[in-house]
């Protein structure tokens, strides 16, 4: 699916470009991934295969943030982290006699409490990703809750040893795992022209980040090039390719392009000012869930 959004800011406006495809790949039989693409949030949570009901838990996930976050206009960090409460508690009432879960992934437009400054506020919990996109380099936004993941941070395993890990399937957070929840958040400006990919890992255990860069790039210049035929979407052909290339988990890929016209936040400059914005009194608020790692 494909779809555009426009959202007034009180400076200017924001507009969207988004495209979502979920397959349940070569191998499973069910497809426990769900998506909510709407703005102002663009999301995929992967339910636990090994855990009961997980393609009701990952639903449950997308059901709580479309009834708790207002379609068609910019939220804010409170309410995303408020969704977040509310699904956890969701998804560990779906099955009581056995534990649900699900991972949870994605973006959400947010303001500051005046309207002045606008983010994109990157939100994670388990090992599906958000990456970001400049039109030339791939980077990880976010960084996996998995087991795998605090081996490479202590040193104790390397990037390569990490892609064939016989416990790489192994998370460390989930949504529905605890009775507390503990999410990863991250706020960046919304300024210019800006790329999300959000994705299971259905998709990053069969592509490589140089083959979802090769995948965004290519479309990017057949998009430059197109004469009036329909292009294929981006998030479609993520997912054609890693399930070509063996598909088995579900995939799940949702792309946002995003541009913001005007201004975002205070300043004197539109959004092509180069300037970074201050991050305001709400992102001070969150700073105890700033990443592990530097963002890329």
């Known amino acids: 699916m ?3 959004s426009s959202v007034a800011l ?7 470009v988004a495209s979502a495809r979920t397959d349940v790949g070569q191998v499973r039989r069910v497809n426990e991934d769900g998506f909510l693409s709407q703005m102002p949030v663009f999301l995929v949570a992967d339910g636990m295969g090994g855990h009961a009901r997980g393609d009701l838990a990952s639903r449950t996930v997308c059901e709580v943030f479309a009834d708790r976050i207002e379609a068609g206009r910019p939220t804010t960090p409170e309410q995303v ?3 977040i409460e509310t699904a956890n508690a969701s998804v560990r009432r779906v099955d009581p006699s056995a534990m649900s879960g699900t991972t949870l992934s994605g973006i959400a ?11 994109w506020m990157v939100f994670n919990i388990g090992d599906s990703r958000v990456y970001g996109w400049d039109g030339s380099e791939l980077a990880q936004l976010s960084v996996d809750h998995s087991l795998v993941q605090e ?5 104790r395993i390397g990037e390569t040893e990490a892609l064939t890990h016989p416990q790489r399937n ?3 957070r989930a949504i529905g795992a605890a009775e507390q ?3 990863d958040v991250w706020l960046i400006p919304a300024k210019g022209r800006q790329t999300f990919l959000v994705c299971s890992d259905g998709l990053t255990k069969e592509l490589a980040d140089t083959d979802i860069a090769e995948v965004l790039a290519g479309a990017a210049a057949s998009s430059e090039n197109a004469d009036r035929r329909p292009q294929t979407p981006i998030a479609e052909l993520l997912v054609q390719r890693a399930v070509a290339a ?3 988990d579900n995939v799940t890929a949702l792309v946002v392009d995003a541009i913001v016209h005007g201004r975002s936040g205070d300043g004197d400059g539109d959004c092509d000012d180069e300037t970074t914005i201050d991050r305001g009194d709400v992102a001070r608020e969150l700073e105890d869930t700033l990443p592990r790692r530097p963002r890329p």
Do not use: C, E, N, W
């Not at 437009?109 to 983010?119: N, P």
């Open 181 to 183: 929840v503990d999410s």
């Open 10 to 16: 009180p400076h200017g406006r924001v507009d969207v």
């Open 170 to 172: 192994v998370i460390t």
């Open 109 to 119: 437009l947010v303001g500051t409490r005046d309207g002045a400054q606008h983010y």
């Open 151 to 155: 081996l490479l941070d202590a040193g």
């Open 246 to 248: 063996g598909g088995r």
């Open 2 to 4: 494909s779809q555009q």
């Open 81 to 83: 982290l408020d969704a």
